[in-house]
């Protein structure tokens, strides 16, 4: 289930990556004029929007819940390395107080 997050968050990005590189070709090889294109590109952007603006926000949404998830994990692993070390110190310490122990018998 994991590779089906990877696999939709990656087509999301590649598909905005791909509308932007398009877009941006588009204006930088046209013949119009520029006050033409930036009309032309804000009809455009405007429209795309409208009509990705679902599948953007879900990518969002998929990309926020992962991010989310890792952050839990990394917790739980930092709390689990903390609990390790305070466990060693914890048994250092009562080595040390077994070997005093001795010493002063």
């Excluded at 739980?76 to 070997?99: D, N, T, W």
Aim: charged share 35%; hydrophobic share 35%; glycine share 8%.
């Amino acid at each position: 289930m994991c590779k089906d997050k990877d696999n939709s968050i990656g087509f999301g990005i590649g598909l905005l990556l791909g509308v932007v590189g398009g877009i941006v070709a588009g204006v930088l090889y046209a013949p119009k004029p520029g006050s033409e294109m930036r009309e032309k590109l804000k009809d455009t952007v405007c429209e795309l929007a409208e009509k990705h603006s679902p599948a953007v926000k879900e990518a969002q949404k998929q990309a926020l819940e992962s991010i989310d998830l890792i952050k839990y994990k990394l917790e739980k692993q930092y709390k689990k390395f903390g609990s390790m070390i305070q466990s060693k110190k914890m048994r250092k310490a009562k080595e040390l107080e077994s070997k005093l122990n001795k010493e002063t018998k």
